[in-house]
């Protein structure tokens, strides 16, 4: 897959998290949100009103750590249809 091909991909699967309207499992959002902060480039630390939130996003940002931005983007791909494949 080329870089533009990996980017209308990545895209397409951050299109259809963010139109999808029923909950995710919190394990769900948490891999995704680290994948789409590394394959953004914005793995800031997590800072909120919930301390236990925001420690959750961090552990997830801890063990994305050493991906590159391409890598993210094709884990964040695979996490989305693999969801969407096997939801109930």
Do not use: C, W
Request: aromatic share 12%.
């Amino acid at each position: 897959m080329t870089s533009e091909e990996l980017e209308i991909a990545f895209r397409k699967a951050v299109q259809s998290i963010n139109e999808h309207t029923e909950p995710f499992p919190a394990d769900i959002l948490l891999r995704l949100y680290a994948y789409y902060k590394r394959a953004t480039n914005d793995a800031d630390i997590p800072s909120g009103g919930k301390p236990h939130i925001s420690a959750f996003k961090t552990n997830a940002l801890f063990q994305t750590r050493g991906l590159s931005e391409d890598e993210a983007k094709q884990l964040y791909i695979e996490a989305v249809n693999q969801y969407f494949l096997y939801r109930k």
